[in-house]
């Protein structure tokens, strides 16, 4: 249980510096495309740049100090079984983004509350937190070594 423990403070370190990548990529894309194409574009490009950039990162600091690689899993086929997990955490991503986009759209009490760019960002916060659960169980299960 300790080990498990440890394990989920150092996916949290990792998870948030390479949270502040994507949010800091995906925020930045979206303030400037929000002013030459429509939010629900600019949310999308955003989210796709930022969520990828912080993919590659991720699997390097995440098979470095997070998970113990499986011996019999080469290092090529290691890296796409972490891509299609992630792409599918993108997935997930880009639907919760657009979800909470088209919330905001028809909210009159959202945009009272919220400009564009905030809402986007706590958007980006509530994603991350659903993604980041998903990401921890779907890599402990395909990519670490058993006990």
């Not at 919220?114 to 990401?135: E, G, H, Q, R």
């Amino acid at each position: 249980m300790k080990k498990l423990l440890e394990q989920i403070i150092k996916f949290g370190f990792v998870g948030g510096v390479c949270f502040l990548i994507d949010f800091a990529i995906s925020t930045g894309i979206f303030h400037l495309m929000n002013y030459v194409t429509s939010r629900n574009v600019a949310t999308a490009v955003g989210g796709f740049f930022g969520f990828t950039i912080s993919v590659v990162i991720n699997y390097i600091l995440s098979m470095k100090f997070v998970f113990e690689r499986k011996e019999d899993l080469s290092r090529k086929k290691e890296f796409v079984i972490f891509v299609v997990l992630s792409l599918i955490g993108l997935g997930l991503n880009e639907v919760i983004l657009l979800s909470c986009s088209v919330c905001y759209e028809a909210s009159a009490a959202l945009t009272a509350i919220f400009n564009a760019t905030l809402w986007f960002a706590v958007s980006k916060i509530i994603a991350t937190a659903i993604v980041m659960i998903y990401n921890f169980i779907s890599r402990k299960i395909f990519l670490e070594k058993k006990a």
